[in-house]
């Protein structure tokens, strides 16, 4: 069992930047895919970006590629998402989620284990 803890979230005017914290619990968090979803106002929840345990492999949302980078600390168990020149259509309610398997995470969008989200929002 994982338990994910968001943080990090606020409200922050359009080219800003924000960095969202996922604190882990348990002892196998280093042998998990980590990754970072997003759910806006009225849409369906969407991918932003993976981590897989080494951090060797990671992916991004393009429309984030540029702008955003994963990271992760396995000796503290906290994966992070530094979120910069912040746009307001990236305003949404931000998850982070864990899984054994990179696919479940990048490709199928159902990883194992879920955070309870933490809200952004982008002023213009």
């Known amino acids: 069992q994982v338990q994910l803890v968001e943080s990090g979230g606020g409200l922050v005017q359009a080219g800003g930047s924000l960095r969202l914290s996922c604190a882990a619990s348990g002892r196998t968090f280093s042998t998990y895919v980590m990754g970072w979803f997003r759910q806006a106002p009225g849409k369906e929840r969407e991918f932003v970006s993976a981590?897989?345990?080494?951090?060797?492999?990671?992916s991004y949302k393009d429309s984030v590629k540029d702008r955003f980078t994963i990271s992760r600390d396995n000796p503290k168990n906290t994966v992070y998402l530094q979120m910069n020149n912040l746009k307001p259509e990236d305003t949404a309610v931000y998850y982070c989620?864990?899984?054994?398997?990179?696919?479940?995470?990048?490709?199928?969008?159902?990883?194992?284990?879920w955070g309870q989200g933490t809200q952004v929002t982008v002023s213009s």
């Open positions: 989620a864990a899984d054994k398997l990179l696919v479940r995470v990048r490709d199928t969008y159902d990883p194992e284990y």
């Open positions: 981590i897989n345990w080494s951090g060797r492999t990671i």
